[in-house]
């Protein structure tokens, strides 16, 4: 994993730390980044994010199973063609259950490694420094590469810690 | 306002650490049980296994009996985690965040449950394989027009997704859970948090993920009974031969599967002591969804039964009378007491804001429920077209057993999910408990 030296935060409050990030785009860094326990709108707002690309990645997954569905069930009535009870050998109508469950399957499996694949490559990209209490209590705000500036930036919008990362 | 949210989400991870120690000696006691149950289904199973389905009540014109109905009711069972977590998240409907972590587990182990079902109804096991669609030396081919086959397909994709469902909601949770711990318990947390360390770009995904989970779980769940109603539907059989049936099933699936979360739910708030989190306001909000699909079920009933009487002599008729009046009428009964007349009486609040009556009430559902599968399957063969195809079935110890040993398995692996993971959300709890310090701050000012 990749090590960047900066300046992390600490708040008890998502409306401080979503001041912080928004004050830290105002002044100019543009890479801002943050962990937290939960969600915080407030912060993820501020944050500006791109939206994830995990949506196409899905339909990609959704698109193959539908594939997967028709050439399972066509390809192999068609390659073992028996006739059972006079009904057609391709028979859509019945079909489409099994195709519906397999677009399900490899959609849903697709959107899951899709979001552990971008949560890995997110962690390899870029460095946030890590604390339990981002998981428990806090929220951390990093500016990487940051110096005095940012120091006191961070400060004025309330952190109850500020700290150097080597 | 800064300290009073810090001090609530504290109170939170110190309230599901807690959580993670029930009462040793009943959860001991408990899992004794269940393994017990486990052991007598095992030796039941076994027996069918080596002398055959003679063993079973199982005879010609009844071919399906208790284990197709164990079958369909754990499948109806693993309804309501679906339905709490991924339709009310859509929904927006923000009482499910304390509940919804229990019914995805109970979903998760009620198809791991339904799942065997079908194996153990094969009787000889070992060919289960043969539902797979692969290659082989026969140069046989699955028949994907058969509901069976669909089945297969159905529980098994359900089981995937809401296995994954499950998994992706536990992530932040158990991170936490990892940090706070060490030795093997770290090393058991760190599997389920799958690397999560609380980023903004995690949750930039993970929040996208969850979303696309809901909406493809959602049709999935409705799919799920839908198929399983197929099983019956899709046959000539009176009593089972109805287009009625995809809805009456999926609306069954989540009577049966929400009063079985409130079943768990009661005696897990008093044993783990989680009355702060999960308060009756939540019982009173699932109560309502209770009252809700029994009346589409009562209303399933009327119909089906309205329409075979107006439809005038015939087997579709004589079946149902049958149903209400042979061998299994007190089933019948027991089950309409059950499903359609219990439910009524949470319309009082009382009933509904006492957790002794709500409990009553839901348990009379889920016998009425397991009856309900009971009376569709067997009175439906029992009484065929004509009267040389009549014939009457009675479970024997065997199916009992196998019956008993299916509680058994469900209740080991949701005693061992109390113990081991996280009962509730707890960061989405942290998130309700930050929009409920900003409506307070906003009230007061």
Redesign the interface.
Known sequence: MLHEPGVLAV??????AARAVRAAHEAGHADV?????????E??EA?A?K??I??AV?LGGASVGICLGLW??IG??L??P?S?GG?PVV?LP??L??I???T??I???S??L???I???A??RK?F?P?D?R?????IGVFLPGAGESARVLLRAA?AEEVRDVA | ???A??ER??SL?QTTEDALRPPRYGWAALVAVSLTCIAIGVYSWSLIIRFGMQYTGLNRPVGWGVLITDFVFWVGIAHSGTLISAVLFLFRARFRTAVYRAAEAMTVFGVMTAGLFPIIHLGRPWYAHWIL?YPNQR???????SPL??DA??I??YF??SA?FL??GLM?DA??LR??SQGLRRRFYALFA????????????????YL??AA?AT??VI?VHS?VS?DFAVSIVPGWHSTLFPPYFVAGAILSGVAMVITLLIPIRRAMKLESIITLDHFDMLSRLVILTSLILTYSYSTEFLLALRAGPGPERDTLLYRATGAFWPFFWLMVLGNCVGPLFLFFKRVRGSLVGLFFVCVLVNVGMWLERFNIVVSSLEHNRVPFDWGTYHPRLVEIGITLGSFGWFFFWFLLFLKLLPAIS???L??DA?HAA?HEAAHAA
């Open positions: 708040f008890a409050d998502p409306l401080q980044r943050a962990a937290m326990p939960a969600p915080f709108p912060v993820m944050m994010q939206k994830s995990i949506g899905t399972l069930t192999t009535s390659a073992l028996i059972v009904k028979a019945a079909f259950v099994i519906f469950e397999v399900v399957l959609g849903g499996l959107n899951f899709g979001m552990l971008g949560a890995f997110a962690r870029s946030m890590h339990p981002f998981l428990r209590d806090r309330g | 306002m800064s300290a949210i810090a989400m504290r991870d669609p140069h046989l081919q699955i028949n994907f027009r086959v669909w397909f159905a098994s994709t995937c997704v994954m998994l992706a932040p991170a936490a940090d706070g799958l690397g999560w360390r609380g980023t903004a770009e995690e949750w930039r995904h993970h929040g996208r993920a696309f989970f493809f049709p999935l799919s198929v197929w707890v960061s989405e942290k998130e930050h900003l």
